[in-house]
């Protein structure tokens, strides 16, 4: 096997963390960590220490004055969803709480434009443009989570406050 930490897509990731001034170096796995329970294995951890980077479409509400809803976003506007891997996102409450009709699962080729990266790999920083990013308040209860790191073979400690700053992400209740 090549070596997974030269990869391009790690390498973008280890750069925006070194600029954006985050101490915890990258780790590569011994296997691929395609789902949050596999890298929590891998780590020694509990499950819900992963950050999982989740891409949706939004589907916008139609504006109507009656019942206080506004269009938020363009119609398709990728959201990533960094949530706890010890749970689902809700994406009828995610939505409600977004003022969106709907919220969707982004296709593969979705997610690959809006960050850079393929699933499995998704990471919560380096992409190619801003995506508007919420990061689940669940994460908040450990000291210590992981995400990504732009391959399924690696990822990369943080804090949930870390993670707020470094994605300028919002906080917000996904399940």
Do not use: C
Request: no cysteine.
């Amino acid at each position: 096997m090549t070596d997974v930490s030269q990869h391009a897509a790690v390498q973008r990731v280890a750069q925006t963390l070194v600029g954006l001034g985050v101490q915890g170096e990258i780790r590569v796995l011994d296997d691929a960590a395609r789902t949050a329970q596999a890298a929590a294995d891998a780590l020694g951890i509990e499950v819900g220490q992963i950050a999982n980077s989740l891409v949706f479409v939004s589907v916008p509400a139609v504006a109507d004055p009656d019942q206080g809803r506004h269009q938020l976003g363009d119609p398709g506007e990728p959201l990533l969803i960094m949530t706890s891997g010890a749970h689902r996102v809700d994406t009828h409450k995610v939505a409600d709480l977004l003022g969106l009709a709907d919220l969707q699962r982004a296709t593969p080729e979705i997610v690959r434009a809006a960050t850079g990266f393929a699933i499995g790999g998704v990471a919560p920083v380096g992409h190619p443009t801003s995506v508007r990013t919420f990061v689940d308040i669940a994460l908040s209860r450990y000291d210590v989570v992981w995400a990504a790191a732009g391959h399924p073979h690696t990822v990369f400690p943080t804090s949930y406050e870390e993670l707020v700053r470094i994605t300028g992400g919002q906080p917000i209740e996904v399940s």
